[in-house]
């Protein structure tokens, strides 16, 4: 059995033992993986924010932080990564709980180095099959649903209202959000709402922080037959294939400063000029920016062209996270479980009501994005035709006492709002700073400490 040539995987191996560590580094690296080793889980969790890894096989005894407060905090860099831990075999029982903390595999001591690969593959598959699923749900609601924007709360229906408005006209839009809290998806809703995609109109999307410096010119503006070593024919930028449509930029804060000089000139003078050429090409596509980041703090830092700033600035619009608009989640877990069933061929009726509970107190520090690979991954591994706890990952789970130990979800929504309040305002017994952590008004916390009926609203 060996590694897939075509697409090698990524692995990342941490072990405290070098003759371990390099022995299973080696072997992997034969096997055509890219490997990349290391001795401690500080280490491990460093090479994480740098490099996208496909598989981590950690060690759950190591000095310092130890395997499984590895694999919590790797999941929480990296929720796409599958985590292979290895334990000996007194200590089994520790395996069996990383599992149901989120680890997708484990090893005992001593290693088998045939059976490491077998695992390795198998979880490869796995990839694979999120891969494809998730491939095949774009191609197969490109067109039915790519534009439709899940969610009834007052705060999603201030952004449907603005996008509803902005879209039949020629305006730049920014639209700011925590990564995961659907700002394609956004893009997508206010080309369809603009009737631009009639003709030659077309939705075109770039990340320019998947982008290399040295190659994100050439995919925005295209060039001319000769411009560099390769250039054998002319090749038109995304702005002249998307016509009148909307081109997407998505992460504009990543990118680089020479490219924003020319990409303010495609805002005022509606042309581009492709490398290597000497005439300018008119476009007139309309220009849809998104950031994770705070453009106004990266133009003080000069790390963002004001000017630039202040054509995309036209209108704005901000996504809140979900965490900020829990009562939309029963809705989006629905429309995620159709959509993902129809793909897998699965017959899942829903959540069951302690998994919603649960679903409804998580954190969500990754947002829509995050919720939609928990409900992934459950319908993977779950057997029924209800997704029950325990087919999510431990900490998908409220912390402390549960607020939603009732069934009516109004009231559920309601006692952890009331939890919240009360968390930051012990953190910050002055109001107008508890205001400001809450992102709220202070008279809309002084609302909200009567409608829960908090006790004396104080000073």
């Not at 924010?49 to 310092?64: M, Q, S, T, W, Y």
């Not at 959540?351 to 679903?359: C, G, P």
């Amino acid at each position: 059995m060996s590694a897939r040539k075509s697409q090698p995987a990524s692995i990342l191996v941490v072990d405290d033992e070098p003759l371990i560590r390099d022995s299973l580094g080696e072997y992997l690296q034969q096997e055509g993986f890219g490997v990349i080793v290391c001795g401690s889980g500080e280490e491990a969790l460093e090479l994480a924010k740098e490099h996208r890894f496909d598989i981590a096989i950690c060690d759950v005894n190591l000095p310092g932080i130890d395997g499984i407060d590895v694999l919590q905090r790797l999941l929480e860099i990296s929720p796409e990564t599958f985590v292979m831990l290895i334990t000996a075999y007194a200590h089994v029982e520790n395996a069996v709980e990383a599992l149901r903390r989120g680890a997708q595999d484990f090893l005992t001591k001593p290693i088998i180095l045939e059976e490491v690969l077998r695992k390795i593959n198998r979880l490869l598959t796995m990839r694979d099959l999120m891969q494809e699923n998730q491939w095949l749900r774009r191609e197969l609601h490109r067109e039915e649903d790519s534009d439709a924007i899940v969610g009834k709360s007052a705060a999603m229906e201030r952004v449907y209202d603005l996008a509803r408005r902005v879209a039949p006209t020629r305006s730049t839009v920014l639209i700011l959000g925590e990564s995961g809290t659907g700002k394609e998806v956004l893009a997508r809703y206010i080309h369809k709402q603009s009737k631009f995609e009639s003709g030659n109109g077309r939705f075109l999307a770039l990340n320019c922080a998947a982008i290399p410096n040295e190659l994100i010119e050439n995919q925005l503006f295209g060039h001319r037959k000769g411009s560099f070593t390769g250039a054998d024919r002319d090749q038109d930028g995304i702005f002249v294939h998307a016509g009148t449509g909307s081109v997407f930029l998505d992460e504009i804060g990543e990118m680089p400063l020479a490219t924003q000089a020319k990409l303010l000139r495609v805002i005022e003078q509606k042309e581009v000029l492709p490398v290597g050429a000497n005439e300018p090409v008119p476009v007139e596509a309309r220009i849809i920016a998104a950031t994770n980041k705070d453009l106004a703090r990266e133009v003080e830092q000069h790390h963002f062209r004001e000017d630039l700033y202040y054509r995309l600035n036209v209108v704005t619009l901000k996504l809140p996270p979900l965490r900020e608009r829990r009562e939309d989640i029963p809705q989006l877990v629905s429309f995620l479980l159709s959509r993902h069933a129809k793909t897998m061929g699965k017959r899942i009726a829903g959540v069951n009501h302690e998994a919603m509970q649960m679903l409804l107190g998580n954190r969500w520090k990754g947002n829509v994005r995050e919720l939609d690979n928990v409900l992934q991954r459950a319908m993977i591994f779950g057997e029924g035709t209800l997704i029950t706890p325990a087919d999510l990952p431990p900490d998908v789970a409220p912390p402390g006492d549960d607020p939603f130990a009732v069934d009516d979800l109004s009231k559920a929504l309601e006692r952890f709002e009331r939890l919240h309040i009360e968390r930051i305002l012990r953190q910050n017994p002055d109001k107008r700073d508890a205001a400001r952590k809450l992102n709220i008004g202070l008279s809309s916390l002084y609302r909200k400490i009567e409608q829960l009926q908090m006790g004396e609203r104080g000073a």
